[in-house]
Structures are given as structure tokens and as C-alpha cells.
């Protein structure tokens, strides 16, 4: 593999795609080819399972909801992250693995490990070579969603599950320093795209 897997991570409305965009608008202006995508939802298969995951009306076991994540992932990795990576690209991703250990593990309170192995079966072991953790107080990134009419089953949930979530993001960044850049989501934007710039350029 050839490429370089660059991932987002972070509570709702940490700022997530804002930086994603700048970070792509940059590179892309380094003169490399660029592949922005995300999960839920990154191949045509993945809308449809996304559509199911964040809004069906009813309840879904939490091994369901993670089985479903995972299914998203298999085949967007195969079918679209992989074949950009072996094509030499770099692949920013809106969220991967990391968020299911975070929402289904910590936030749903099944057994983390066994989140991330389902996750690294689903995709054959691929991990990031970056992660790049916007960590916020739920409370903020609650705030922030605040103007959207709809929320989504998870955005729907109540604050301590945010709280969870927070805590296993920055458990997974504490247990492997290496692979994760963890910023502040409260500095402004410029301070952000600057800092992840920094890092992101040492990989290149
Ligand atoms: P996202 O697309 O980031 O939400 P939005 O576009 O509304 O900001 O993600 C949708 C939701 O799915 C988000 O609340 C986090 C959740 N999620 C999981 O619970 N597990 C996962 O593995 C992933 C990828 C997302």
C-alpha cells in the first residue's frame, strides 16, 4: 500500500467536515490526488445502510447497530478506500473505526475490544496512519447542533451518552498516542486547520 489513510474523529458538531474540507483543500493544492469520503454512507450500498442506521423509527439492539456500521465499512473499504490507497491517493475519512468503539462500545456499552475486532474483520485490519481527534465537551457540540430541526437516532441521544463517548475517544488516543492527533475543538478554525496541517505534512 502506497497511500496515506488520514481519519476525523469526534462527537457531533466538533467541526469534523469543516476541517475536512480544508485539510483536502490543502492538500489537494500540494498536488495530490485527494479521496474525501466518510462513514455512514460512502458508497451507494452504504447510503441505503446509513439511511436504516440513523433513521429507522424504531429501536435497534446494539448489536445490530454495530453489526450494520460494520457491514457500511467492509464493503466501503473494499470497494473505494483500498483500491485509492493501492492507487498511491490519500484517503480523509469522516470517521471509521474509532467511532464505533466510541459510540457502540462506550457510548452503547458493548465490550470495546470486541467492537474494534469486529470492525478490523469487517476490513481485513486496515487502521488509519493518521487520526486526528476533535475532542469537545458534549455540552459545546450539543450546542452547536442545536439550529439543525432533525436530529438522527444518535445525535438523539441523551447527554451522558455524549459524555461515553467523549471519554472512549480520548481512551482510544491515550492507548495509542502514535496513530492520534488529539485538538482542542473550542480553538477557532485557522488554529485547527493549522495544527492538523502540521502533522499531516510530516506523513507526506
Ligand atoms: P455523521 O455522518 O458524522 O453525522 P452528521 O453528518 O449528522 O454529523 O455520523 C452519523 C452518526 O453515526 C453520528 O452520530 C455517529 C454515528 N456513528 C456510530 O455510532 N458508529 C459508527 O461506526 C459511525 C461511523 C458513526
Known amino acids: 500500500m502506497t497511500g496515506l489513510f488520514l ?10 467536515s469543516t476541517q475536512s474540507a480544508l485539510l483536502a483543500e490543502w492538500l489537494e493544492a500540494q498536488g495530490r490526488t485527494v479521496v474525501l469520503t466518510r462513514e455512514p454512507g460512502g458508497t451507494d450500498f452504504g447510503l441505503e445502510v446509513r439511511d436504516l442506521v440513523l433513521h429507522w423509527h424504531g429501536d435497534i439492539s446494539p448489536r445490530a447497530e454495530a453489526l450494520l456500521y460494520a457491514a457500511d465499512r467492509a464493503h466501503h473499504i473494499a470497494t473505494k478506500v483500498r483500491p485509492a490507497l493501492d ?3 490519500i484517503v480523509l475519512q469522516d470517521r471509521y473505526l474509532d467511532s464505533s ?4 462500545g462506550a457510548g452503547r456499552v458493548l465490550e470495546p475490544a470486541e467492537i474494534r475486532n469486529l470492525s478490523l474483520w469487517a476490513t481485513e485490519g486496515l487502521l488509519p496512519d493518521l487520526t486526528i481527534l476533535l475532542d469537545l465537551d458534549e455540552s ?15 445525535e ?20 495509542e498516542p502514535d496513530r ?7 480553538d477557532d478554525l485557522d488554529s485547527l486547520a493549522s495544527a492538523i496541517r502540521e502533522r499531516v505534512s510530516k506523513l507526506l
Not at 7 to 16: A, F, M, N, P
Not at 156 to 175: C, I, K, M, P, S
Not at 180 to 186: C, G, K, N, P
Request: proline share 0%; hydrophobic share 35%; no cysteine.
Open 7 to 16: 481519519t476525523i474523529e469526534g462527537g457531533d458538531g466538533s467541526g469534523k
Open 87 to 89: 492507487r498511491g491517493e
Open 101 to 104: 468503539v466510541a459510540y457502540q
Open 140 to 154: 459545546i457540540g450539543r450546542d452547536r447542533l442545536k439550529e439543525r430541526t432533525k436530529y438522527d437516532r444518535l
Open 156 to 175: 438523539a441521544e441523551e447527554q451522558a451518552f455524549h459524555a461515553r463517548v467523549r471519554v472512549g475517544y480520548l481512551a482510544l488516543a491515550t492507548a
Open 180 to 186: 492520534f492527533l488529539v485538538l482542542d475543538a473550542s
